[in-house]
């Protein structure tokens, strides 16, 4: 009986797995919003994982959105996009799970918090604490 439990329990877990991995390499191309004004940008550097791209902090109509563009990391299992005031992210801003690990994405932000407190876009796996890659903005 544990056996059997076991074999299901395990199946699961890699299929699981493997969606989730299947979907995170999607490449994503968002639209960027109409008369996005450029506030901030810095390109990404790798830490623990290859990572490339861009990040710009753009303002439209009022409302700010955190845009990732020619954007390329490794998959991971639950990867985040922060706002952050160090590459440790001893203090952040979750922007949300990361849409995919390629592609170009359009995050919108609620409540901008003060770019120059949290100048660094981090790719972090929360569930192992892993910086994948980071960019500076100025």
Not at 21 to 38: C, G
Not at 121 to 136: E, T
């Amino acid at each position: 009986m544990k056996s059997a439990l076991l074999c299901v329990l395990y199946t699961f877990l890699f299929i699981s797995c493997s969606k989730e991995k299947e979907t995170a390499s999607d490449t994503l191309n968002d639209i960027i919003p109409a008369n996005s004004i450029e506030l901030y940008g810095g390109d990404f550097v790798s830490a623990a994982h290859p990572t490339s791209g861009k990040a710009r902090l753009v303002s439209s109509q009022g409302k700010w959105y955190m845009i990732l563009e020619n954007f390329s990391t490794d998959p991971g299992p639950d990867l985040k996009l922060y706002l952050a005031n160090n590459q440790a992210a001893a203090k952040f801003v979750n922007l949300g799970n990361l849409k995919s690990s390629k592609g170009q994405q359009v995050y919108a932000i609620s409540g901008m918090p003060d770019p120059n407190e949290y100048p660094y876009v981090l790719i972090w796996c929360q569930q192992f604490s892993v910086l994948f890659g980071v960019a500076r903005l100025s």
